[in-house]
């Protein structure tokens, strides 16, 4: 078997029947697609008439495990087929034969050189170095000591228990009784004629100023005292009615 | 009567490269460290080469080195098993055969688009080209043009990952792949005998 019987070698498979060289012609002209091509039966062909011979042809051998490795390799890229993909339909076999040929050694060229980068990686990897901000500390495993499931159902338990409810006393507002502010109001005016209301309840929180101003209203509905404010915001002068 | 000792002008100057270098995030130039230090270049270049005698393998565990066109310091080899245990290296971990065979296409083409990249590798490139960015090894370098496809180029890190000093330092694509033209030939001899 030389050089020649590879291309002529005659294949006899569900999608084609023919020489080799047929085959590869009409691969690359994309008028049959690879993947209806049984390339296991190519080679189980092409091992059977190896197999004829008395002693192997490396160089046969050698042309045939390129030319199966490049239909392999067609075959496998076919399965990804890319939108801008050119189409070869319009080409000559020579010019599809070129335009494949050219794209699959410029692909190895970049696959070589992936490979390259993978043992450059390798070779260097015992570089560190500071990069920006420092790195993360890689995360130390804590495998969990033994458990008892005793322990465990009761820390569930303890989960599952309904929690206390939470106290709003400290949001609750305690007003003092309106009367409480009439009545030292009232006192207040019989000592003097008028007072200040601010002054009055400086002292006070805001509630019970709120309260107290209360009181001042009521005070003024029933008619026992006047009110003056020069201004707002100003502080507001009480005067008690003589009945 | 005291001794006083000259200091040699290039020994402070050493000390100051030494505090820049521990302060950058990347490598310096020298032009940059002459800025920082304001002093001249080729003093920087003296005071460089008496660093490098000082910080290399072998004699400290800090090792100056010229890396992606800059000078930096780094942790020297002998200590990387000590180094791997306190610190995580994300960027380099787990490159796929597709992020590898993406980043040769942007370090020896790029600028270059993603279609340009899916072109030349038979698939697409988005997931690749995304993840390559997020590690910091590729980044965006504008567009083809006015709306087009946006185009990639290799970072610094990528240089100081791969430990080169500059995109020169990659061997010739030719070299790496002698067989191509072999298969090209192989392939036209048989196909165009069929349709001579």
Sequence with gaps: MDAYAVRDLDLDLDAFEGPFDLLLTLVLKDELGLADVDVAGVVLTFIERLAERESPDLEACGEFLVLTAALLELKARGLFPDEDELAFDDLDPEEAAEELAERLAIYRRFKAAAGWFEERLDSESDRYFRLGPAPLAPVPQRPLAPQEPTSLATALRALAAEPPAPSLRHLELRFPPVSLFLDRFRAVLRKRRRFVFDNEVDALSRVEQAVAFLALLELRKAGEIKLGQPAPFEPITVWGVAA | ?196
């Design chain 2, 1 to 196: 009567m005291s001794l006083r000792l000259v200091e040699n002008p290039v020994d402070r100057l050493a000390r100051t490269i030494e505090a820049l270098l521990v302060i950058a995030p990347s490598p310096l130039s020298i032009e940059e460290l002459a800025t920082a230090s304001e002093d001249e270049t080729e003093r920087v270049e003296t005071a460089l080469g008496l660093l490098a005698s000082r910080y290399r393998e072998g004699r400290s565990g800090i090792v100056l080195e010229h890396v992606s066109g800059g000078y930096a310091f780094r942790a020297a080899r002998e200590a990387a098993d000590a180094c791997s245990r306190l610190v995580e290296r994300p960027v380099q971990r787990g490159l796929s055969q597709a992020a590898l065979e993406t980043l040769a296409v942007v370090a020896y083409l790029g600028p270059v688009s993603r279609p340009e990249i899916a072109r030349i590798r038979g698939v697409a490139a988005d997931s690749a080209v995304a993840g390559l960015v997020e590690r910091g090894l590729i980044a965006e370098a504008g567009r083809e043009s006015e709306g087009g496809a946006v185009r990639y180029r290799v970072t610094p890190l990528f240089e100081r990952v791969f430990g080169l000093s500059s995109l020169s330092e990659l061997p010739r694509l030719d070299d790496l792949a002698a067989d191509g033209d072999e298969l090209r030939a192989r392939l036209e001899e048989v196909a165009g005998r069929r349709g001579a």
